[in-house]
């Protein structure tokens, strides 16, 4: 019997271990990655867990062009009511060309992930 216990008590603590080790992960954005798309009124990234708005961010980026720099575009980011959805609003119309979100966000349980989505206005 104890031979039992030992093995179910050791396989539920690797099963507790492995959720509580989890992190948020990107799971759905608008527009989706490298998709070409009118000009967004707002860009959305879905995540796997509620966010913390305090540490989560985005910069929206206009990517180089022939003779011009990166740019950063003017926006402002913020976590929807759903906890889960970092909206990212430009300031102005975007025009045509490659852009990339830069973003970091932090869960409620304090995991912290960063990453890129590359995207295109047509």
């Known amino acids: 019997m104890r031979r039992l216990i030992v093995p179910a008590a050791a396989a539920a603590l690797a099963l507790l271990s492995g959720a ?3 992190h948020p992960k990107l799971v759905a954005s608008n527009p989706a990655a490298n998709a070409a798309v009118a000009a967004p009124a707002k860009i959305t990234l879905q995540f796997s867990e509620k966010l913390m708005p305090a540490f ?3 910069e929206l980026i206009m990517a180089a062009m022939p003779g011009m ?4 575009m003017a926006s402002s980011v913020a976590v929807a009511p759903d906890g889960r959805t970092l909206v990212i609003t430009p300031s102005a119309r975007l ?10 966000v932090v869960s409620a349980d304090t995991h912290k992930i960063a990453g890129h989505l590359a995207f295109a206005v047509k």
């Not at 025009?95 to 970091?104: L, P, Q």
């Open 20 to 22: 509580a080790q989890a």
């Open 56 to 58: 989560s961010k985005a």
């Open 69 to 72: 720099p990166a740019m950063k």
């Open 95 to 104: 025009s045509r060309g490659r852009y990339t979100i830069d973003w970091n």
